[in-house]
């Protein structure tokens, strides 16, 4: 079984709430985050994105198991699709988008901070190395 590629729903995005991390895999959409002002604040968002969690234990597992099965075209496909694309930090009011196709750095609400990250190495500085389970 390959956890991450069968829970992975469209992004990969680890999200920072409340001191909280967690990684969700969530459609597209919800990366649009100034469609989402309203909901955001009053807390219907994170009741959405809760069916998207994932087990952040499973996934190191994952990676592991797939690193140990020596294949690499398997894992240089997990190394590209299954890592996260998206850091979302909702304390900060903050996205860091290394999703290639949208310009989500450019749909956040007025009074967030974006960026968008070319390089996998940069993106990676934003996420706490407890939370890099692909290492």
Do not use: H
Request: aromatic share 20%; with cysteine.
């Amino acid at each position: 079984m390959r956890y991450i590629k069968e829970n992975n729903q469209g992004i990969i995005a680890l999200i920072k709430r409340n001191e909280n991390y967690e990684f969700n895999a969530i459609d597209s959409s919800y990366c649009v985050l100034e469609d989402y002002i309203s909901e955001i604040k009053n807390g219907e968002f994170f009741v959405w994105i809760q069916e998207t969690k994932l087990e952040y234990d499973l996934m190191r597992k994952d990676f592991n198991n797939v690193r140990n099965s020596g294949d690499k075209e398997i894992i240089e496909k997990y190394l590209l699709w299954e890592r996260p694309n998206i850091y979302i930090d909702f304390d900060e009011k903050f996205l860091a988008n290394y999703y290639p196709d949208r310009l989500f750095e450019q749909m956040v609400p007025k009074n967030w901070t974006a960026t968008y990250v070319k390089t996998f190495e940069e993106f990676e500085k934003y996420i706490p190395v407890e939370f890099k389970y692909w290492k």
